[in-house]
């Protein structure tokens, strides 16, 4: 039932761990070694502004556990309003390029099938947070961070696709 003010009852911390652990299970899926694309980085002539490896994977788990949060509180207004239905269509867009960079640019080698995911998924996300601060913009705020990282990690996909 839905108050006055558009808010449901609350969701239950289970259906949030259900949702962090859909968005965080993918991405820990995804980047496994050997699970979905090779995570050779040999072939990458890398910039001087190249990260140290171990920060991705520290990163992307904060990103995607943001991401989990973010889609739990869009989630958590009720799926019969019509804003959090675009919200959630929107999020699905994004989250699909999203998975779809990693073997483009990993698992084909191809930093040029890289921008061509990358420049698309930084579009969507933009367009995810303006859907999502619709809904809740403490759900649209915890997206920046993933937009941020995403401009950093189109700038290097560009700088490696222009050093090869």
């Known amino acids: 039932m839905e108050s006055v003010s558009g808010w449901r009852p609350r969701l ?8 962090l652990a859909l968005v965080v299970g993918v991405n820990v899926l995804g980047s496994a070694p050997g699970v979905l ?9 890398e910039p001087w502004f190249f990260p140290p490896t171990i920060l991705f994977p520290v ?18 207004r009720g799926l019969e ?3 959090v239905r675009i919200a959630i269509a929107a999020f699905a ?7 779809a960079w990693t073997p483009a640019f990993f698992g084909m080698q191809r930093p040029d099938l890289g921008l061509a995911v990358i420049v698309p998924l930084w579009l969507a996300i933009v367009g995810t947070i303006v859907a999502f601060d619709r ?3 403490l759900a649209a705020a915890l997206l920046v961070p993933y937009l941020a990282w995403v401009s950093f990690a189109t700038v290097l ?6 050093g090869t």
């Not at 996909?157 to 222009?162: F, G, K």
Request: hydrophobic share 55%; aromatic share 14%; charged share 20%.
């Open 12 to 19: 239950s911390a289970r259906e949030l761990l259900v949702a």
């Open 135 to 137: 809904v809740d913009r």
């Open 37 to 45: 694309f090779s995570s050779d980085t040999g072939w990458i002539d």
């Open 59 to 76: 990163v992307w788990t904060l990103l995607f556990t943001l991401m989990g949060v973010a889609l739990f509180l869009v989630l958590r």
């Open 93 to 99: 867009v994004q989250f699909a390029l999203n998975l």
């Open 81 to 83: 309003r019509r804003d």
């Open 157 to 162: 996909n560009y700088a490696i696709y222009a």
